[in-house]
């Protein structure tokens, strides 16, 4: 059998050396392996030494294990620049991290949020805890400004994101559909009956469908109205109309804002919105017509109760159809609403919170796995020597440090686009809206940066979680050290809010028009400047330096990526045109250029967070300059060795400039390791938010994580010990082979 | 608050059109947004028309919805190749193909092999499932043929990772490591003992401690041999000696194969095993001196009990340790082994089987997203008009396609590891080993390769799989759609039986060495081939063609990577050179270089795998040849893509080829769309093994998804509604403010 032959003299062992099989035991087992064995995999100089025939270091045994907070606390002793002064510039000022401390505080000492024993909950349990939870924030909503909440759930996202999905059900999507589409008396008739502060009404959001998403428009649920009785029948046709992924609705709403196709007279009139009673508050009964189920386990976020509904022939009121845009009068009279293209800018502001997620969810991971490498060792360099640091290979470096730079550049990133969507707003609320054409310019600006923002920052999260999960070996598998969840939680951003990919050609057909302009000499907003200087310039930039200095400046760096940049788009633009002088339809030809719109996105969109990074870094006080220049330039270097092939396309950087950068960034990561750990310090999150003992602050990791898997696994009795594994034990499988054939005896 | 901002206005319209958050939704919601908005993510026309003009399509809600079954049977209609026979060269041959069938039969027939309600199964019931399985497969190991248990084992790691991994635990491990270090005697005596099939003993394998992975001869554990009483004594004296991660131990396991530095009169003799005794099989009560804990959650393979294990001074007769290499005599002297090389051999087939599994995994994923696709429609390209099928979205086509090449890279290149290593180990295993220096050669160049194809091919394959869940939308995030779970058994692969990170050093190590071979005039094995010819030829090759044949031809694209391939290995090599002449040791030379050895051995498995794909492109029957050559082609060019600076660096292709290159990929992506489904189909996989109502043979998704939600959530009262919701709907948060101060009256 296959174990056999692979283990045949596995632990033969030649000359003094310890036996190969011990000395490369991360290698040495066959395919048929246990989850012991992921421990085996740290990144280390011998075990990576397999087939050369240099000597082992068995005296490293002999070694008395290094105190692991000592090991983390050296790191501390020198950083190159102020930690505390490094907090108060990423969290915006000093108010700002103050505002953060209170939060974790406040959360830590909550004994409903305690979070440490997740692994174990069952999803009963989950969503039981989580809805005690939902009443303190309830009357936060009373008692706390904006600010304070709006920073409250951004650290919450953090913390446990699925409360903060629970939560946001509630508040966000059903009394936001109201703020959004009820005329004034419809919702303070709604808020008399408690609909924001929960005090009556617990709302849930009903728009997609088993079979539709995307398509609003194709939504099969009907809402028909009987001119007799003055009401509006809501029904669900098909199986593919039933309602689903519908938050709360499995166990916590009341009511719930119902997408419908609004049908009068046989004619339909297009999805409306529908306010549907789900349940009696006094006894949680199912109203009459209203059948739910709880659609179930999910990859995270366990804590929001998604359902399904379907409804049959539900009558509600007229009143109840939300009617500040489009009106149904008592004759079954539909008036439409003016048009208003300014509510895109409602668009925007959930992108701005998920590139905003990215860099808080990536700080989190990387300040577990950097700790973590500071304090990891495995194997010694030579006899006798202490085990080398994880964080000393330079391998390891090159797996956290960009890591790093990539965070910082996403916190830049999400600050600048928070700041332009705040005054796009209040450009878009101003009552003199005077220079209308320059405000829709501005919108379609900011809409298209925010998906693409949107869509490759929370792309480039879910990598960081998984490099720093990967980055711990085989601890990283387990559910108490904080990176496995925090993967299985984070990763739907990549797909609500609209599809990745699709917000990514969003971008891309934004960036197509730009090319047009350009083409036509028409002005650039700012973040496109970069693509009119382009097409401006007939002679295409190149770089003439040779010198790191030269090579790696931010000037060039930014000419450079705007080139890369620039390159893509018009390269996209011109199969458009293509495709279009083929005869295509505009929307065919966009089809056609999708893989080009989707990469010219991508290009823009590190063109734009380096640009942001490097405005950041300039701006910054002289203390914190040369760190945040550093990993400035390590960003936008690491990612262009990513990508040298766009560079080299467009011309700028020739071969000796590529192995300069690459080159370069070993130099950045080896430099940048020396305040790794200051750095993820200067993220200021509490061990509570942390919430991983291999991530704790003062380094006492293999007690901390002993005591949580002992905390969450007590020991008991193996319940089937008698029923399946004693009978396995003590089982024979003799059997004889039935009785002698006489035929057989007479041959 | 943020929610009424970004929900002013959504569903503002303009003229006639319907809403604009309808029409958008999946772009609408702000960030505190319900999981229920994940739905509205599919790839669409439409849906990425945000900031266009163009008008809706109302009328797409008045098509009768298609029918599932009858969409995805329409992909079967006209296959370019014979399905059947492609079933049978992908699996080998006819008869390994109606194996597989027969194994899938036994799986799906047997009650305690249900699998399709793992989602909502506690810990402890998946554990008591999982024993329950153990037994029939114990009584395989006697009954059924090594390829019998090898193909069914193979399957299972499909369709029950974690199961997988269990049962491994036990005859890959604990019984493996007997077959391997246990003298005739020792191990007759364990055998007669059940400790191969079960019967009185169940083993798990003690190597890796809390503190201690990679680097075995760093374990603390101690065996220190007491020579009044001829027993050793086997100690944990510290908290990172715990044993950590021991499969099997929490709750299965009556014996352990301990790893601990032998010790004889004070004297370290290095790592040695030794067979202790846990509990008794009786009572299942754990033996004097051990204590044993459950590590508990992992971010999946929850089949599995790990645990941690502590000694505390537990007696045992010096016959219990594995005296096949070392021995101890009854006076303590201790007789070290022979020399033998030959060990590295049993490294091999973990990587091979991990290799195999990569591609059979993929091959479930992409069955799941590619019928799904073929199925799911969203938005219309017309008024009127039937909504469009995802898979005949350009983009979508881009998001699957090539992960269905590299798919087929994988199985040919599992195929050829697999049949290399099976000489390899007859050459070893024969009796006269004539040529010991040749049969070593082939032994470094086979572990080389295998370590870099099972980094790569785990990576490829983790991907490919989210890649998947992601192209499903919504539907990807539930936990009964197949694909979450999936990647969270899966991703332990790129860690276990050593970190994909080392394993690409040593490939890339091996390598380097090869560079130095070849500049020295020594030939090279067949695989390395192409390093040899590039660094005789002085002049560097490159592609003088201009048409797509000749840019894309097998010819050119084996040069190609071969080309770029050798470029990124000797600049490995010159890396590693530079450091020595600096005066580094040849180690810490490696670690200098590590980061170009990763990037060396990346260029290196990609050539490899294209190789081996197009050679058995070559070898293919006719029918199959036309599917197969695009498929390879595919492989080559969609890879070059993603590295095309590596190939202007070394000026192989020039820019108007590499944009060659990419059109040619995405013609090739719409052209084998038209297959797709057949190739799928060609994997034949059972719906049993698929696990996926998405990925259903019939097409009846929709129907199917619903069941199987309801099955596993039945719909019962909300067990917390007295206890919290209740209350928090009918609280009042009045408070006066306390008491009319005096003095404010005053004023």
Same mark, same amino acid.
């Given at each position: 059998?296959?174990?056999?032959?692979?283990?045949?003299?596995?632990?033969?062992?030649?000359?003094?050396?310890?036996?190969?099989?011990?000395?490369?035991?991360? #290698?040495?087992?066959?395919?048929?392996?246990?989850?012991?064995?992921?421990?085996?995999?740290?990144?280390?100089?011998?075990?990576?030494?397999? %087939?050369?025939?240099?000597?082992?270091?068995?005296?490293?045994?002999?070694?008395?294990?290094?105190?692991?907070?000592?090991?983390?606390?050296?790191?501390?002793?020198?950083?190159?620049?102020?930690?505390?002064?490094?907090?108060?510039?990423?969290?915006?000022?000093?108010?700002?991290?103050?505002? !953060?401390?209170?939060?974790?505080?406040?959360?830590?000492?909550?004994?409903?949020?305690?979070?440490?024993?997740?692994?174990?909950?069952? #999803?009963?349990?989950?969503?039981?805890?989580?809805?005690?939870? %939902?009443?303190?924030?309830?009357?936060?909503?009373?008692?706390?400004?904006?600010?304070?909440?709006?920073?409250?759930?951004?650290?919450?996202?953090?913390?446990?994101?699925?409360?903060?999905?629970?939560?946001?059900?509630?508040?966000?999507?059903?009394?936001?559909?109201?703020?959004?589409?009820?005329?004034?008396?419809?919702?303070?008739?709604?808020?008399?009956?408690?609909?924001?502060?929960?005090?009556?009404?617990?709302?849930?959001?009903?728009?997609?469908? #088993?079979?539709?998403?995307?398509?609003?428009?194709?939504?099969?649920?009907?809402?028909?109205?009987?001119?007799?009785?003055?009401?509006?029948?809501?029904?669900?046709?098909?199986?593919?109309?039933?309602?689903?992924?519908?938050?709360?609705?499995?166990?916590?709403?009341?009511?719930?804002?119902?997408?419908?196709? #609004?049908?009068?007279?046989?004619?339909?009139?297009?999805?409306?919105?529908?306010?549907?009673?789900?349940?009696?508050?006094?006894?949680?009964?199912?109203?009459?017509?209203?059948?739910?189920?709880?659609?179930?386990?999910?990859?995270?976020?366990?804590?929001?109760? *998604?359902?399904?509904?379907?409804?049959?022939?539900?009558?509600?009121?007229?009143?109840?159809?939300?009617?500040?845009?489009?009106?149904?009068?008592?004759?079954?009279?539909?008036?439409?609403?003016?048009?208003?293209?300014?509510?895109?800018?409602?668009?925007?502001?959930?992108?701005?919170?998920?590139?905003?997620?990215?860099?808080?969810?990536?700080?989190?991971?990387?300040?577990?796995?950097?700790?973590?490498?500071?304090?990891?060792?495995?194997?010694?360099?030579?006899?006798?020597?202490?085990?080398?640091?994880?964080?000393?290979?330079?391998?390891?470096?090159?797996?956290?440090?960009?890591?790093?730079?990539?965070?910082?550049?996403?916190?830049? &990133?999400?600050?600048?686009?928070?700041?332009?969507?705040?005054?796009?707003?209040?450009?878009?609320?101003?009552?003199?809206?005077?220079?209308?054409?320059?405000?829709?310019?501005?919108?379609?600006?900011?809409?298209?940066?925010?998906?693409?923002?949107?869509?490759?920052?929370?792309?480039?999260?879910?990598?960081?979680?998984?490099?720093?999960?990967?980055?711990?070996?085989?601890?990283?598998?387990?559910?108490?050290?904080?990176?496995?969840?925090?993967?299985?939680?984070?990763?739907?951003?990549?797909?609500?809010?609209?599809?990745?990919?699709?917000?990514?050609?969003?971008?891309?057909?934004?960036?197509?028009?730009?090319?047009?302009?350009?083409? /036509?000499?028409?002005?650039?907003?700012?973040?496109?400047?970069?693509?009119?200087?382009?097409?401006?310039?007939?002679?295409?930039?190149?770089?003439?330096?040779?010198?790191?200095?030269?090579?790696?400046?931010?000037?060039?760096?930014?000419?450079?990526?705007?080139?890369?940049?620039?390159?893509?788009?018009?390269?996209?633009?011109?199969?458009?045109?293509?495709?279009? /002088?083929?005869?295509?339809?505009?929307?065919?030809?966009?089809?056609?250029?999708?893989?080009?719109?989707?990469?010219?996105?991508?290009?823009? %969109?590190?063109?734009?967070?380096?640009?942001?990074?490097?405005?950041?870094?300039?701006?910054?006080?002289?203390?914190?300059?040369?760190?945040?220049? !550093?990993?400035?330039?390590?960003?936008?270097?690491?990612?262009?060795?990513?990508?040298?092939?766009?560079?080299?396309?467009?011309?700028?950087?020739?071969?000796?400039?590529?192995?300069?950068? /690459?080159?370069?960034?070993?130099?950045?990561?080896?430099?940048?390791?020396?305040?790794?750990?200051?750095?993820?310090?200067?993220?200021?999150?509490?061990?509570?938010?942390?919430?991983?003992?291999?991530?704790?602050?003062?380094?006492?990791?293999?007690? /901390?994580?002993?005591?949580? %898997?002992?905390?969450? *696994?007590?020991?008991?009795?193996?319940?089937?010990?008698?029923?399946?594994?004693?009978?396995?034990?003590?089982?024979?499988?003799?059997?004889?082979? &039935?009785?002698?054939?006489?035929?057989?005896?007479?041959?």
């Amino acid at each position: 059998m296959i174990v056999f032959a692979s283990f045949r003299g596995r632990l033969i062992a030649r000359g003094n050396e310890p036996p190969i099989g011990q000395r490369f035991s991360c #290698l040495s087992f066959n395919s048929v392996v246990s989850a012991q064995t992921i421990l085996a995999c740290d990144s280390s100089r011998h075990c990576d030494n397999m %087939v050369s025939t240099s000597a082992p270091t068995p005296n490293s045994s002999n070694q008395a294990p290094i105190n692991p907070m000592e090991s983390l606390g050296a790191e501390r002793k020198s950083p190159s620049f102020p930690v505390r002064e490094m907090t108060y510039f990423v969290d915006g000022d000093k108010e700002a991290t103050l505002l !953060k401390e209170e939060i974790m505080l406040e959360l830590e000492r909550d004994p409903n949020w305690k979070i440490d024993d997740y692994p174990n909950l069952s #999803l009963a349990e989950i969503r039981e805890r989580t809805m005690a939870k %939902v009443r303190r924030m309830a009357d936060d909503l009373l008692t706390k400004s904006k600010e304070q909440v709006f920073q409250k759930m951004a650290m919450i996202s953090v913390v446990d994101p699925g409360f903060w999905t629970r939560f946001g059900v509630h508040i966000g999507l059903f009394f936001g559909a109201l703020q959004g589409q009820a005329t004034p008396s419809q919702l303070s008739y709604w808020l008399e009956r408690g609909a924001m502060t929960m005090q009556g009404i617990i709302g849930c959001f009903g728009m997609t469908e #088993l079979g539709h998403g995307s398509n609003v428009a194709g939504l099969e649920t009907t809402a028909t109205f009987d001119k007799n009785t003055d009401e509006f029948v809501i029904h669900t046709p098909t199986i593919t109309a039933t309602k689903w992924w519908i938050g709360g609705a499995a166990h916590t709403a009341t009511h719930c804002a119902v997408y419908a196709q #609004l049908i009068i007279d046989g004619k339909r009139y297009g999805v409306k919105t529908f306010v549907v009673q789900l349940r009696d508050p006094e006894t949680f009964q199912l109203m009459p017509g209203v059948n739910i189920g709880d659609i179930g386990k999910k990859m995270g976020r366990d804590q929001i109760d *998604n359902g399904w509904i379907q409804f049959t022939n539900v009558r509600i009121p007229r009143s109840h159809m939300l009617m500040k845009h489009t009106k149904v009068t008592r004759e079954g009279k539909v008036i439409d609403p003016p048009m208003a293209q300014l509510a895109y800018g409602a668009l925007i502001l959930g992108r701005v919170s998920m590139v905003n997620d990215s860099g808080n969810v990536s700080k989190r991971a990387l300040t577990i796995a950097i700790r973590y490498a500071a304090i990891r060792r495995q194997f010694a360099s030579g006899p006798g020597q202490v085990e080398t640091k994880l964080l000393d290979y330079p391998i390891h470096q090159h797996r956290l440090i960009p890591l790093l730079a990539q965070t910082f550049a996403m916190i830049f &990133g999400a600050r600048e686009m928070n700041t332009n969507y705040q005054n796009l707003m209040a450009q878009i609320n101003s009552e003199k809206q005077e220079n209308m054409q320059a405000l829709l310019e501005n919108l379609k600006e900011t809409h298209a940066t925010s998906a693409g923002l949107k869509a490759f920052c929370t792309w480039m999260c879910l990598n960081i979680i998984d490099q720093c999960r990967q980055s711990l070996g085989g601890h990283g598998y387990s559910a108490y050290t904080g990176l496995s969840t925090s993967y299985q939680d984070f990763v739907v951003h990549c797909t609500w809010e609209g599809d990745n990919t699709i917000l990514t050609l969003q971008c891309g057909r934004y960036l197509v028009s730009m090319a047009n302009q350009a083409k /036509k000499g028409k002005p650039l907003p700012k973040n496109m400047s970069y693509l009119g200087e382009f097409v401006k310039s007939r002679t295409h930039p190149s770089c003439k330096g040779v010198s790191v200095e030269d090579v790696c400046s931010f000037k060039t760096l930014r000419e450079a990526w705007g080139c890369v940049a620039a390159n893509a788009i018009i390269q996209a633009a011109n199969e458009f045109e293509e495709a279009l /002088k083929k005869g295509l339809d505009k929307d065919a030809a966009y089809e056609q250029c999708s893989a080009s719109r989707l990469h010219a996105a991508r290009m823009h %969109v590190f063109t734009h967070l380096f640009n942001r990074f490097s405005e950041a870094a300039e701006a910054s006080p002289d203390s914190l300059r040369p760190t945040l220049t !550093k990993l400035a330039v390590l960003f936008a270097t690491h990612s262009a060795t990513q990508h040298s092939g766009e560079f080299l396309q467009c011309g700028y950087y020739n071969n000796e400039q590529i192995y300069t950068i /690459k080159r370069h960034v070993s130099e950045l990561c080896a430099d940048l390791r020396n305040d790794a750990v200051s750095i993820v310090d200067s993220f200021n999150y509490s061990d509570y938010v942390i919430n991983s003992p291999l991530g704790c602050f003062d380094g006492n990791i293999y007690v /901390k994580y002993f005591d949580l %898997v002992k905390r969450n *696994n007590p020991q008991n009795e193996i319940p089937y010990f008698e029923k399946l594994i004693k009978p396995l034990l003590n089982r024979s499988v003799d059997s004889d082979g &039935g009785p002698e054939l006489e035929i057989d005896q007479e041959e």
